[in-house]
């Protein structure tokens, strides 16, 4: 059993910055065999994949956030980061850590984990 908490959302005005953190609990071996990633939902639209990253450390990004937004993972405090910049009124949203549900498979497929969600709006 994994657990996802997150931390780090807020209101920014247009052009800021935040970072979103999440906390995996859970097995050591096991966590840091998973994919990890951000999903992002706002009000009256789908659930969207931000960016996710292997448990090799490969990256991936939806379109509208490449060359804005940066993900990582530090595997010794078990922590996914999710670094926002230059970030515009369209990214509000709330923002879910999420994990995938089996070894060495990417979260964008069925994320087997999620958190809790933490909000993130952006002003104009």
């Known amino acids: 059993q994994v657990q996802l908490v997150e931390s780090g959302g807020g209101l920014v005005q247009a052009g800021g910055s935040l970072r979103l953190s999440c906390a995996a609990s859970g097995i050591k071996f096991v966590i840091d065999a998973l994919g990890l990633g951000w999903y992002r939902q706002a009000p009256g639209k789908q659930r969207e994949l931000v960016a996710d990253?292997?448990?090799?450390?490969?990256?991936n990004y939806a379109d509208p956030v490449k060359g804005r937004f940066a993900i990582s993972r530090d595997n010794a405090k078990n922590t996914v980061y999710l670094q926002m910049n230059s970030l515009k009124p369209e990214d509000t949203a709330v923002y879910y850590c999420?994990?995938?549900?089996?070894?060495?498979?990417?979260?964008?497929?069925?994320?087997?984990?999620w958190g809790q969600g933490t909000q993130v709006t952006v002003s104009s």
């Open positions: 990253i292997t448990s090799g450390g490969t990256t």
């Open positions: 999420a994990a995938s549900g089996r070894p060495f498979m990417r979260v964008s497929g069925t994320p087997g984990y």
